[in-house]
């Protein structure tokens, strides 16, 4: 079975710049998880939707980031303008259900010159 | 609030077991769980386990829960080299929307 799909793999990109990570969870699971990882502050919880719906976003950072899940297989994290401390890694997960084990995806390493 | 802790770093030689400690806050979290993340990758569900068990082992894999002391751990009999990698425990946070709380994760190295 395929896991999370993430991409890109890698972005790097000029400040001031929109990007927009995508997602592609597990067929079958109901929620999706955004997380965003620096040698700072770890593994942080960004936003979690379930069943398409926006759940808890407390853990986004800025208004500059917003997410969206227009459809159960799809989903995006978008930053706009992008800032150099927005570089880290943007891990997406997801489980069948909101307190069953996540998986996750490999990753995007994000990069803000 | 919610809080993860782990060590930072464990050395073991190839052959022996390794002991992954971690202490958690919330006592009424339902499943926590062990993650590994090797350089450049994602995180691997490893194993987890549920809040009504003390064990669970699964080949070379024994996690101890010990719910009085919200303390967590994970061993790993017969250590490889391609167990290296950093370990993270998590916990379902309390609001139980399925939020993981992390700790900051322990680096293994496996010495040949």
């Known amino acids: 079975d395929a896991g999370v799909i993430q991409s890109p793999r890698h972005e790097v990109t000029e400040m001031g710049q929109e990007v927009t990570l995508r997602c592609k969870p597990i067929?079958?699971?109901?929620?999706l998880f955004w997380y965003r990882q620096t040698m700072m502050r770890g593994l942080e919880l960004l936003i979690y939707?379930?069943?398409?719906?926006?759940?808890?976003d407390s853990g986004m950072p800025e208004d500059r980031f917003s997410a969206k899940m227009p459809n159960a297989s799809f989903s995006t994290l978008k930053i706009q303008p992008s800032e150099p401390r927005d570089s880290a890694v943007y891990f997406c997960?997801?489980?069948?259900?909101?307190?069953?084990?996540?998986?996750f995806g490999d990753g995007t390493r994000l990069s803000i010159l | 609030g919610e809080d993860v802790e782990q060590s930072l770093f464990l050395s073991v030689r190839e052959g022996d077991s390794s002991v992954i400690n971690c202490t958690y806050t919330?006592?009424?979290?339902?499943?926590l769980y062990w993650y590994k993340q090797e350089p450049g990758a994602g995180l691997q569900l490893l194993t987890y386990i549920f809040s009504n068990m003390d064990m669970k082992q699964d080949q070379r894999l024994t996690v101890l829960l010990n719910k009085k002391d919200k303390h967590l751990s994970l061993r790993i009999a017969d250590t490889q080299t391609g167990d290296s990698a950093i370990y993270f425990c998590?916990?379902?946070?309390?609001?139980?929307?399925?939020?993981?709380?992390f700790g900051q994760g322990t680096t293994l190295q496996v010495k040949p």
């Open positions: 067929s079958g699971h109901n929620s």
């Open positions: 939707f379930n069943n398409n719906v926006p759940i808890d």
């Open positions: 998590a916990e379902v946070g309390s609001s139980n929307t399925g939020k993981l709380i």
């Open positions: 997960a997801s489980s069948p259900f909101p307190n069953q084990p996540q998986h």
């Open positions: 919330d006592s009424s979290s339902t499943y």
